[in-house]
Nanobody, 123 residues
Framework: QVQLVEAGGGSVQSGGSLRLSCVAS????????LGWFRQAPGKEREGVAFIDSAGDTNYADSVKGRFTISQDNAKNTLYLQMNSLKPEDTAMYYCAADTVGYSSTYDEYYNYWGQGTQVTVSS
């Protein structure tokens, strides 16, 4: 059983930075994809950044050049470094794991989810 626990959300002014972390326990699969998703009030959940077990990354156009996804395998931790934050980045952020191997950017292909951490960016 995979458990994902996020931390690092908070409130920041526009242009600021935050680093989210997600500790993944029970992730013993040789092939997987980890992703960060976000959901703002009244909007659908969207994929933000992804990294697979080979270390390949993928980003939504809206965050390219500002966000960086990484993982520390020794600590079983996934990170999302968020720089140059904008008010439109305000959302609940979730980490998720796809242990089946779909390598998708769509949330329906992810079978494990964390509880979420709130990010609020003020102008």
């Amino acid at each position: 059983q995979v458990q994902l626990v996020e931390a690092g959300g908070g409130s920041v002014q526009s242009g600021g930075s935050l680093r989210l972390s997600c500790v993944a326990s029970g992730l013993t699969y040789s092939s997987y994809t980890l992703g960060w998703f976000r959901q703002a009030p009244g909007k659908e959940r969207e994929g933000v950044a992804f990294i697979d077990s080979a270390g390949d990354t993928n980003y939504a156009d809206s965050v390219k050049g500002r966000f960086t996804i990484s993982q520390d395998n020794a600590k079983n931790t996934l990170y999302l470094q968020m720089n140059s934050l904008k008010p439109e980045d305000t959302a609940m952020y979730y980490c998720a794991a796809d242990t089946v191997g779909y390598s998708s950017t769509y949330d329906e292909y992810y079978n494990y989810w964390g509880q979420g951490t709130q990010v609020t960016v003020s102008s």
